[in-house]
């Protein structure tokens, strides 16, 4: 498509019952309170050596990125954002989660 534009990643989604997919949503992980008034925790099904963290608003734009190390539970603090709907990405070795995140004040 002509008028598609990257935005630093991208997800296709694909309706197949028999196959397994890299792309999971509730079961990799967990965010809560959603929606939030700023901070809120993520956790990750079992401890994860590696995990890349990324959390994209509305706009396609990367508002938060860090690695982190052996961990499963970790908090974020967006209250200096817009209010809005935001994108949380986890990426490890094996997986890709994503999370739709509400920010309202």
């Known amino acids: 498509n002509s008028n598609s534009k990257a935005i630093g990643f991208s ?19 967990k965010i809560y309170p959603n929606p939030t ?5 993520v956790t990750l099904d079992g401890l994860v050596d590696d995990i890349l963290i990324e959390i994209i ?9 860090e690695s982190f190390r052996n961990t499963n539970d970790l908090t974020f603090d967006i209250s200096n954002n817009s209010n ?7 990426t490890s070795v094996d997986r890709v989660s994503l999370r739709k995140l509400s920010l309202s004040r």
């Open 57 to 65: 608003n509305a706009e396609g734009q990367l508002v938060f990125s």
């Open 37 to 41: 008034t700023g901070k809120f925790n």
């Open 84 to 90: 809005g709907v935001y994108l949380v990405k986890a």
């Open 11 to 29: 997800v296709r989604c694909m309706k197949d019952n028999n196959s397994s997919s890299s792309i999971r949503g509730e079961e990799g992980i």
